[in-house]
């Protein structure tokens, strides 16, 4: 069977001390269409381990359930609620998952331009009780590591 193309995509980790992005290359399968190709990144993204001494922000075990792409090129990505229950809380480590899945769509598909969590199919306050996803989120370079940023 002919090996599946693969595309670089960017990845993004946690530094060591948890307080920042870091983003990492790595080889993504090549999908047709933004939407195919979101969710090629976002599955990547959550099973990803991180090249030491970077952290993974993901909850080991968390799903993407589904991913959509509005006309306005808003991202919805819709994960299982296990990544609630298996979050350690606190506001950095919230702030570094949520951000970790929006800077990994943003930052790799440019055409899209903000993007919306939802968890088990349904809009939510919070993930962790701390970053308000009530609304479409923009990337937040402030949270990135400014040695390593593209």
Known sequence: APATPKIKATLFFASE????????EA???????????????????LAAEPPAPLVST?????TLRGIFVSERNEAFVDLDPSIRTTHPGGTLQELMTVYTIVHALLTNLPTLQEVQILIG?????????HVDLRRPLR??????????SP
């Open 17 to 24: 001390d948890g307080r920042r992005l870091v983003p990492a």
């Open 27 to 45: 080889e993504v399968p090549l999908a047709e269409g933004v939407v195919a190709q979101a969710r090629a990144i976002l599955v990547a993204q």
């Open 58 to 62: 993901i909850p080991k075990g968390a």
């Open 121 to 129: 199919g349904q809009e939510v306050d919070t993930l962790a009780g």
């Open 139 to 148: 990337k937040n370079d402030s949270l990135l590591n400014d040695k390593a």
